[in-house]
């Protein structure tokens, strides 16, 4: 199972940019979803969670900023929405799948199976 994520880019801070991960193969619409990200020497954290009944989680650096979301018309598909950018949110984010429905709390990167590659944003002040 691949999950592959696009979407990053190079911005300027306050700009917004939308991620998006897809399968080839895996159905999203009754799984615990995540996004993380993870800086140059920091370690791997997590940014949003959403789960089988649309419940989402945001750390408290992202909250009010990004929006977490599934494609209802795709089920093989998912957005990490993100506005008004921050160049403290320059990083690689990699999209996230659980095999079940109900994501973990607190959300650690040990409890996701499978992951995608990720994608660089990169914010400029």
Same mark, same amino acid.
Not at 8 to 37: E, H, I, K, M, N
Not at 67 to 87: E, G, H, V
């Given at each position: 199972?691949?999950?592959?994520e696009s979407g990053g880019d /190079?911005?300027?801070?306050?700009? #917004?940019?939308?991620? #998006?991960? *897809? /399968? @080839?193969?895996?159905?999203?619409?009754? +799984?615990?979803?995540?996004?993380?990200?993870?800086? &140059? *020497?920091? %370690?791997?954290?997590?940014?949003?969670?959403? =789960?089988? %009944?649309?419940?989402?989680?945001?750390?408290?650096?992202?909250? !009010?900023?990004?929006?977490? #979301?599934? =494609? $209802?018309? =795709? $089920?093989? +598909?998912?957005?990490?929405?993100? $506005? @008004?950018?921050k160049p403290e949110d320059t990083?690689?984010?990699?999209? !996230? /799948?659980?095999?079940?429905?109900?994501? &973990?709390? &607190?959300?650690?990167?040990?409890d996701f199976p499978l992951w995608?590659?990720?994608?660089?944003?990169?914010?400029? /002040?």
């Amino acid at each position: 199972v691949q999950l592959v994520e696009s979407g990053g880019d /190079s911005v300027q801070a306050g700009g #917004s940019l939308r991620l #998006s991960c *897809g /399968s @080839s193969t895996l159905s999203f619409t009754l +799984r615990c979803l995540a996004w993380f990200r993870q800086a &140059p *020497g920091k %370690d791997r954290e997590a940014v949003a969670t959403i =789960d089988r %009944d649309g419940s989402t989680t945001y750390a408290d650096s992202v909250k !009010a900023r990004f929006t977490i #979301s599934k =494609d $209802n018309a =795709d $089920n093989t +598909r998912m957005y990490l929405q993100m $506005n @008004s950018l921050k160049p403290e949110d320059t990083a690689m984010y990699y999209c !996230a /799948s659980q095999w079940g429905g109900r994501c &973990p709390v &607190p959300v650690s990167s040990a409890d996701f199976p499978l992951w995608g590659r990720g994608t660089q944003v990169t914010v400029s /002040s």
